[in-house]
Nanobody, 127 residues
Framework: QVQLVESGGGSVHTGDSLRLACAAS????????MGWWRQPPGEPREFVAG???????DYADSVRDRFIISRDNDKIAVYLQMNSLRREDTAVYYC?????????????????????WGQGTPVTIAS
């Protein structure tokens, strides 16, 4: 079984920064891509940032130039550096991964292109 575990969430103030981490455990797999999604209260889950192992990187317009996604080259892990946080960034943040076993191409912004999901870590931004 593949498990993705997020960490680093918490409560901060506007303008602060947080760094989220996502590490895979359990059954080994080869990611084609990994990404971060978030779900604000009462809203659908939305794409935040993603990267593919082949070098693609993309961000939602709302976080571009504020957030940075990166990967760990030695293990299956991704990170999300979040800067200049705003109230509207408040959400549960989810890590997700696409398995290369099932994916010959990547589509970072497609919800159904991810095979594994973490439990989520809440991020709350207060004024």
């Amino acid at each position: 079984q593949v498990q993705l575990v997020e960490s680093g969430g918490g409560s901060v103030h506007t303008g602060d920064s947080l760094r989220l981490a996502c590490a895979a455990s359990g059954r080994t797999f080869s990611p084609s891509h990994m990404g971060w999604w978030r779900q604000p209260p009462g809203e659908p889950r939305e794409f935040v940032a993603g990267l593919s192992w082949s070098g693609d990187v993309d961000y939602a317009d709302s976080v571009r130039d504020r957030f940075i996604i990166s990967r760990d080259n030695d293990k299956i892990a991704v990170y999300l550096q979040m800067n200049s946080l705003r109230r509207e960034d408040t959400a549960v943040y989810y890590c997700a991964a696409g398995d290369a076993r099932y994916r010959s191409t990547t589509n970072l912004k497609r919800f159904d292109w991810y095979d594994y999901w973490g439990q989520g870590t809440p991020v709350t931004i207060a004024s």
